[in-house]
C-alpha cells in the first residue's frame, strides 16, 4: 500500500507565500513523477506542477514564475512553493505520485490540503 502525506496548507492574504510539503511511503519499488494538482470550488481537478523522476518540471500556465515544485529523493518528498499568492489561488491541493509497486504501476494520491488566499 501506497501512501501520501501532505501539509502547509492554510491560509494567507494575497501575495503571501506558503510551502506545501508532501511524502510518499509504503511498498513501493520505484517514485516516478509528483505533482500537485488543485481543486477550486465548484471546478475540476487541474494540474499546478509536475516533477518527473528526471528532473523534468511542468507547470499551469497560471502559477509560472510564481510557483515552484521541488523534490527530495533521499525523503520520498516533493515540495510546492507558492509565492506571490492570488485568491484565484484558492483550492484544495492534492499531491499526487506515479510509482512503481511489486504489482505494477500505480498512481496514488494525497488526501488534500486546503489553501486559501484572502484579505
Known amino acids: 500500500q501506497v501512501q501520501l502525506v501532505e501539509s502547509g496548507g492554510g491560509l494567507v492574504q494575497p501575495g503571501g507565500s506558503l510551502r506545501l510539503s508532501c511524502t510518499v511511503s509504503?511498498?513501493?519499488?520505484?517514485?516516478?513523477?509528483m505533482g500537485w494538482y488543485r481543486q477550486a470550488l465548484g471546478k475540476e481537478r487541474e494540474l499546478a506542477a509536475v516533477?518527473?523522476?528526471?528532473?523534468?518540471?511542468n507547470y499551469a500556465d497560471s502559477v509560472k514564475g510564481r510557483f515552484t515544485i521541488s523534490r527530495d529523493n533521499a525523503k520520498n518528498t516533493v515540495y510546492l512553493q507558492m509565492n506571490n499568492l492570488k485568491p484565484e489561488d484558492t483550492a484544495v491541493y492534492y499531491c499526487?505520485?506515479?510509482?512503481?509497486?511489486?504489482?505494477?504501476?500505480?498512481?496514488?494520491w494525497g488526501e488534500g490540503t486546503q489553501v486559501t488566499v484572502s484579505s
Open positions: 499526487n505520485a506515479d510509482v512503481t509497486t511489486g504489482w505494477g504501476p500505480y498512481e496514488a
Open positions: 509504503g511498498s513501493m519499488l520505484v517514485i516516478n513523477a
Open positions: 516533477h518527473s523522476s528526471g528532473g523534468n518540471t
